[in-house]
């Protein structure tokens, strides 16, 4: 069987399938006869034996990453190999690897190397590296995106199941789009960029590359640490439970209108774009018309004033001692900053902010925003004939992002005639990561496609959205039932206005049961968490009679599964709707006591 999610490989540490030690080893071997220009450098087989043995003192259940092999980008320090940010006389060798490393290896995961890059980060083609340019993981006479291009490819063919990227202006998206997998630039601050060669201090941000959706929420929870010593580190601000809709049921989806959207000539990728309008459509979204105009406008600051002396300053001793051992476009683009004065940073900054203010009011009017992930893609042959331009084009959808302070998911949407990958981005304010990681999870359920250049299918959902509405509530004497099984809160919210909820009689005392009716019902507080699959039957042994499973619908319109109550149980109970819910209900007896 061939590995492509975190969980199934977890799966088949624990049934035995899989053995970490040889299956590491296996895929250390293939990156080394990787043939896309994916790696810069790779651990030896000695280096990889010392994080296995590392990692031997520890059970699978003790680490949630467990022998989990991943990629690096080479502008982020792993201790043990060479820096070079894709140019080899800038290379060192850092004591220390970087912060979000450090956390991922902490939870189990294992580093199998550093991946090529566009120098310095600069660049969304992945065709500027004296290693190569890396090639697209479906044909390789096309670009791979960039600057986070191995990474990309290296997940994209089963290399590895996840890799850090960056992404300053697209960089951990436009990749993930060519190569049909997921990428999630959090928002700002979230990871850490301790240890990770700047391109725009003020704008950087680590992201991570995955074949399946799901895996994505793991991997930010595990990285996701504030860090006291990034002095651009944020804390998340809006925990788990508090996010609002995170299905397409309802979801409020802005478009950009028709005359801001730009395909640069590539009817295909217009024709995928309109066939995820279709499909997000089918699935229950809302589709409204959306004014892209005030976004694209800020986006063209990106390469002016401010950001590109940003650039300067983060080589800036490397560069003013001899620029030539940069690549010539490289020189290009950072070069222009000698001739900026501090008068147009300013007057960057201050267009920047009305942009913001403009834009975030846009953003209020609905919950996502949804774009082409790039407008088109190239041959590196037309890549190398116009570097500039070509390049340009493809931040067309991504170069605001970070300017203006908003988290973005590529999702891969489907392919072209000519068997490429088409793929669109989500996005929302700064915050909303957990919410675009949902809706990509659920994207990847309903819209059936390959993983990756695999050509395989995912597996179904390892987990299953439960609902409950009494004593497994969080902080509440059977939650233990559910955290015991690994199961997770990922919702308060309420039921749709037609069921009612009454405290039954009997043994155990004071359960709720909570029954539909379309006619006389009401809104009831309730929690969805996300269980385990196979610890579903052991949960559903421990509910009693005459509760059991059924369907609920949720006050957004979505149906999940969740516990209820047969019609029998209502016998010398006490109907309680009228307070809400059950935390309510306790309330009110425990004042009344």
């Not at 090639?135 to 089963?158: D, L, R």
């Not at 250049?453 to 390892?462: D, K, T």
């Not at 004071?510 to 385990?532: A, C, F, H, K, Y």
């Amino acid at each position: 069987m061939t590995i492509l999610t975190i969980t199934q490989l977890q799966a088949a540490y624990r049934c035995g399938e899989r053995s970490v030690r040889p299956f590491l080893h296996q895929q250390l071997k293939l990156a080394q006869a990787d043939s896309h220009h994916a790696w810069i450098s790779t651990l030896t087989a000695t280096q990889l034996d010392q994080y296995l043995d590392a990692l031997s003192a520890y059970d699978i259940d003790d680490l949630p990453l467990y022998g989990v092999p991943f990629a690096i980008k080479d502008n982020i320090d792993l201790a043990g190999l060479a820096t070079t940010a894709g140019c080899e006389a800038y290379r060192y060798h850092p004591e220390d690897s970087a912060f979000v490393v450090e956390r991922l290896i902490a939870a189990g995961a294992i580093p199998l190397g550093k991946t090529n890059l566009d120098q310095f980060a600069t660049g969304l083609v992945g065709t500027r590296s004296p290693w190569g340019a890396t090639t697209n993981s479906f044909n390789p006479e096309y670009i791979s995106g960039g600057s986070s291009a191995g990474s990309a490819v290296a997940v994209a063919t089963g290399q590895v199941l996840f890799a850090l990227g960056t992404d300053t202006a697209g960089s951990g998206r436009v990749p993930a789009a060519f190569n049909h997998i997921y990428g999630l630039k959090p928002t700002k601050g979230l990871l850490s960029c301790r240890g990770v060669v700047p391109a725009c201090r003020s704008l950087d941000c680590v992201t991570f590359f995955t074949a399946h959706g799901e895996d994505l929420a793991l991997l930010h929870q595990v990285a996701a640490s504030y860090d006291r010593q990034d002095s651009y580190a944020r804390p998340d601000v809006h925990p788990l439970h508090s996010a609002p809709k995170t299905t397409f049921q309802g979801l409020r989806i802005g478009v950009p209108q028709a005359e801001q959207l730009n395909f640069f000539g590539n009817q295909a990728y217009q024709l995928g774009f309109e066939q995820v309008i279709e499909k997000l459509t089918a699935l229950g979204a809302e589709l409204v018309p959306f004014d892209l105009s005030p976004f694209l406008a800020a986006a063209r600051l990106l390469y002016q004033g401010p950001w590109v002396a940003e650039r300067y300053a983060a080589i800036q001793p490397f560069f003013e001692q001899d620029a030539s051992r940069c690549l010539p476009v490289i020189q290009t683009i950072i070069g222009q900053a000698e001739q900026l004065s501090a008068v147009e940073t300013f007057q960057g900054f201050y267009q920047l902010r009305d942009y913001q203010v403009t834009c975030d009011a846009l953003l209020d009017d609905v919950d996502v925003v949804l774009t082409p992930t790039a407008g088109t893609t190239y041959t590196i042959e037309a890549v190398n004939q116009d570097p500039v331009t070509l390049n340009s084009n493809l931040g067309y959808y991504t170069n605001f992002m970070n300017l203006l302070d908003y988290s973005a998911i590529a999702i891969p949407g489907g392919f072209t005639d000519a068997a490429m990958p088409f793929g669109f981005t989500l996005f929302g304010p700064a915050f909303s990561d957990r919410i675009l990681m949902d809706l990509a999870c659920e994207w990847q359920q309903r819209i059936r496609l390959p993983v990756g250049a695999s050509g395989l299918y995912p597996p179904q959902s390892s987990h299953l959205d439960l609902l409950v509405c009494g004593a497994h509530m969080q902080g509440l004497p059977l939650n233990h039932q559910l955290t015991s099984v690994g199961a997770t809160l990922k919702q308060r919210t309420q039921t749709a206005a037609s069921y009612r909820l009454y405290a039954l009689a009997g043994d155990p005392p004071q359960r709720p049961g909570l029954i539909r009716n379309e006619t006389e019902g009401t809104m009831i507080d309730v929690e969805v968490w996300s269980v385990p699959i196979e610890a579903i039957g052991a949960l559903l042994d421990q509910i009693p009679h005459p509760l059991g499973l059924g369907t609920v619908e949720l006050a957004d319109g979505l149906w999940v599964k969740g516990f209820i109550c047969e019609p029998i149980g209502l016998s010398h109970a006490t109907e309680i709707s009228h307070f809400g819910g059950w935390r309510h209900y306790l309330d009110a007896r425990s004042n009344q006591a």
